[in-house]
Each structure stands twice: as structure tokens, then as C-alpha cells.
């Protein structure tokens, strides 16, 4: 098992699922970062759970900056959008571009995201804007359904197992009432 890959954790939940099915093809480094996270306190929460995950799994994880004034000028224009829609889109671009970059940056040949995971997000796009990344950065994507042979329901179950914080909403400000998102 030569290749590393970067897994852009965006919860640590979400995260249980992919560290595992990962482990089985290559060492898995973990990346928390996500500026969309809000408020700090969320955020706080949120990385404490990451590092239970580090602790439970033995992984290395590289924490990223947190800057959520540049994040929330990026959203500019968005902020009213619906959750799932063009706002979600461009943060997980950013999420994903920061991954490669930060792969790239510490020799890591592979990049994806735990947001696979999730029932609420659209894989077929994140595929491609992931394909998109690979091509412009030069680190490649890997893509797995991490929510297929009910990935989402043992993320569930491992969280409650492991006593790991699950969040209720996205992270943004913007998704806070919209419940739906996780």
C-alpha cells in the first residue's frame, strides 16, 4: 500500500464510512479545514470530533486554515440560494480545490471527500468537478459512493458507537435553519 490519499473530512461522522472502505487500497491522511463552518463554536466541535476520529483510526490528519471572512466573500451573491443549489456547489469546489492543493503540496497522490458519503449530496457532480481539479491541479481524483451498502446508515451507527458529535445542519450560516442538510 504505496499511494496516500487525501480525505477532505467535512464531519467526522460522514468520515467513519470512507476512512474504513479507503484503508482497504491505500493510507488514508485525513483533511479538516472547511471556512464554511459556522459559527466557531460549530467549527470547534466539529475538528474535537475529527480528532477522536484520529485517535480511534490512527490516521494522520492535516488541519487547514479556517477562514470564514474570505469563505463568506466567495458566497457573495449565493447567500439566499437553496440549500443544494449553486451556493453548496461552489463550496465544495472550494473544499475540493483546497484538498488538491494541500495534497499536492505534501505529496499525496490521491484526493477525495467523505461529503460521498452523505444521502443529501449529489455524487454525479462532485464527481466531476473532482475530475475537473485532478486535471487543473495535477493530483488525481478518487471517486467511491461511500453512502452504497448502506454506507450513510453505518457512519450512523459507528458515530454512536465511537460517541462522536453529529451534527444537525451543514455547517454554513446559511444552511443552519434548513435541517435537512448534514
Known amino acids: 500500500m504505496n499511494d496516500k490519499i487525501l480525505l477532505h473530512i467535512c464531519c467526522a461522522p460522514d468520515a467513519t464510512t ?20 459556522q459559527p466557531f463554536s460549530e467549527y470547534e466541535k466539529r475538528k474535537e470530533a475529527v480528532s477522536v476520529l484520529q485517535d480511534y483510526y490512527l490516521i494522520d490528519i492535516i488541519y487547514g486554515n479556517y477562514d470564514p471572512v474570505l469563505w463568506k466573500k466567495e458566497m457573495k451573491g449565493l447567500e439566499d440560494l437553496p440549500e443544494g443549489g449553486a451556493r453548496c456547489r461552489k463550496c465544495i469546489f472550494l473544499n475540493l480545490l483546497e484538498t488538491a492543493k494541500t495534497a499536492k503540496k505534501n ?25 475537473v481539479i485532478e486535471w487543473n491541479i495535477g493530483v488525481r481524483y478518487y471517486h467511491e ?9 453505518y457512519s450512523v451507527k459507528k458515530s454512536k458507537l465511537i460517541g462522536l458529535y453529529r451534527q444537525n445542519y451543514c455547517g454554513c450560516e446559511y444552511s443552519i435553519y434548513d435541517k435537512d442538510g448534514d
Do not use: C, Y
Not at 20 to 37: A, C, H, P, T, Y
Not at 107 to 131: A, Q, R
Open 18 to 37: 470512507a476512512i474504513e472502505r479507503l484503508d482497504e487500497k491505500f493510507q488514508v491522511i485525513g483533511f479538516f479545514s472547511n471556512s464554511n463552518i
Open 107 to 131: 505529496g499525496i497522490n490521491f484526493f477525495t471527500t467523505s461529503l460521498m458519503t452523505s444521502p443529501h449530496k449529489d455524487v454525479n457532480w462532485i464527481k466531476k468537478v473532482g475530475n
Open 145 to 153: 459512493v461511500f453512502r452504497k451498502s448502506d454506507g450513510f446508515l
